[in-house]
């Protein structure tokens, strides 16, 4: 071993850092390869980058570039990639030289770029990259929006100037009246929206989701964002960043260690290894809802099983909580009742800080203050969808089901007819739950991207 390397410092400039994995990432891949040396989290604030920056360039061998600095390290260094220069955007610095491994880790989700409309919401640094690899690989025409006008409107000016054959242009709205006209191939999020704690919806009509072929976003933290899953819900291809993140990586390790001969498949057993430590990190919530005799219950165990997180059944809490039966509580203490509880051990639940599954029962989201609590607390609503048939098929014999018994089809009819636009209305994913089990389960964890194996 070269006695140089045995301090290399290495590590990540950006603000906030809190929510990284890089730390992870990089001392897996370094001692994978008997890189000797650390890599450390720093975070500037940025009204102190000037002033550290200096400090940071002579004393580390090597790091990364994260949010907001992409753009400004550029002046302080002595050498750029061609990349790096031609899309101005910098995440790995060596030796004072500035590169874009981010270009490389788009490159190796192979998005379908070439004569593609492609729709890019952001601005920044990553964004940069996304526009710059579009119009490389020829694609059709860019929209880009921004929240803020000028940064779409300065991003325009200066890629228009390196290429004269592909439109690039602003768009202004992505929910106004008319964005099921709005026909984008492929869509690009190079924002922060979506990411946990917050987990949001990025704002975008489902219209335009759904006239695309493909949509890719940058986040890794929650795996799979809102974006993700009502893209797949809709049919859409959708693809997140984990893959980007961990080919970044690696493309920066070859550049600080140009003679190591690195693992080519280091990369897939990094990914099983980052989404549990994903999971634990950034704790989100599976929460199943449907009608009665959707499935929730059995299903909520299968994922549990399988996924190895914990299972909670609201209904169990509820009545471990009153040492009473479901039925007995309405009977006893009325619907009311029931109601209050049902929303506190919610929130109970919800606030807990690990992963879970959590198998709802079929009125407690139908309560959309309670929909606000899964949501505040990265909980994304997937419903198990059934006709009324199925309904029938499955609780016609209940009796455990105060909602249920002693009801005709009828009522029960008018009862599935009013709750069914509102579970529509509040899903993040969408599954068809009239298949078996095993299969309705396979298909949720494939929508998460939460894969076997991934212990
Ligand atoms: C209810 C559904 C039940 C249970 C309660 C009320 C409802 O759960 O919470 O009887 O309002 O739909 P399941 O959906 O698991 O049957």
């Not at 600095?69 to 899309?87: D, H, P, Q, V, W």
């Not at 070859?254 to 990094?270: A, E, R």
């Not at 909670?312 to 909580?321: G, K, Q, V």
């Not at 203490?333 to 807990?352: A, I, P, Q, W």
Request: net charge positive.
């Amino acid at each position: 071993m070269d006695e140089n390397k045995k301090n290399s410092k290495f590590g990540l400039i950006g603000y906030p850092l809190k929510h990284s994995l890089s730390p992870y990432i990089h001392e897996k891949l370094m001692s994978e390869h008997n890189i000797k040396g650390e890599y450390f989290n720093c975070e500037i604030l940025p009204d102190e980058f000037e002033e550290k920056i200096k400090g940071i360039l002579s004393s580390y061998t090597g790091f990364n570039v994260t949010i907001p600095f992409k753009e400004k390290i550029i002046k302080y260094l002595f050498n750029l990639s061609k990349e790096a220069k031609e899309f101005g955007s910098v995440n790995t610095v060596f030796h004072n030289g500035g590169y874009s491994t981010d270009l490389q880790g788009f490159r190796r989700c192979e998005i379908p770029l070439k004569n593609k409309k492609i729709l890019l919401v952001g601005g920044g640094g990553v964004a940069r990259v996304m526009l710059g690899e579009a119009i490389l690989k020829g694609c059709k025409s860019i929209g880009i929006h921004t929240r803020r006008k000028e940064q779409a409107e300065n991003l325009i000016k200066e890629f228009t100037q390196k290429n004269l054959l592909i439109p690039i242009f602003y768009e202004q709205s992505l929910t106004e009246n008319d964005a099921s006209s709005k026909q984008y191939d492929v869509i690009l999020n190079a924002t922060p929206v979506g990411m946990w704690p917050k987990c949001e919806m990025l704002k975008i009509d489902k219209n335009i989701i759904s006239n695309a072929e493909y949509v890719f976003d940058s986040i890794y933290n929650p795996i799979a964002t809102r974006l993700i899953l009502t893209s797949r819900s809709l049919g859409v291809n959708a693809q997140t960043g984990l893959r980007m993140l961990i080919e970044q990586a690696i493309e920066a390790q070859k550049i600080w260690n140009p003679n190591i001969n690195f693992n080519p498949t280091i990369g897939d057993s990094l990914e099983n290894k980052l989404k549990r430590k994903i999971l634990k990190l950034f704790p989100m919530k599976i929460v199943l809802t449907g009608f009665m005799g959707s499935g929730k219950t059995t299903i909520g165990k299968h994922l549990s099983q399988t996924l190895k997180l914990p299972l909670i059944d609201l209904d169990i809490m509820i009545e471990e909580e009153s040492k009473m039966s479901v039925n007995l509580l309405f009977q006893e203490k009325g619907e009311k009742y029931f109601r209050d509880s049902e929303r506190k051990c919610l929130k109970n639940v919800m606030e807990r800080s690990e992963s879970l599954i959590l198998s709802t029962g079929g009125g407690t989201l139908l309560d959309l203050q309670n929909v606000e609590v899964v949501r505040k607390n990265c909980g994304f609503i997937v419903l198990l969808d059934i006709d009324i048939f199925t309904v029938f098929d499955r609780v016609s014999k209940d009796n455990t089901r105060p909602l249920i018994v002693g009801k005709s089809k009828e009522e029960i009819t008018n009862l599935y007819n009013k709750r069914i636009s509102t579970y529509n209305a509040i899903a993040d994913l969408k599954i068809d739950a009239k298949k078996d089990y095993p299969l309705i389960t396979q298909e949720i964890i494939n929508a998460f991207d939460l894969g076997l194996p991934i212990l």
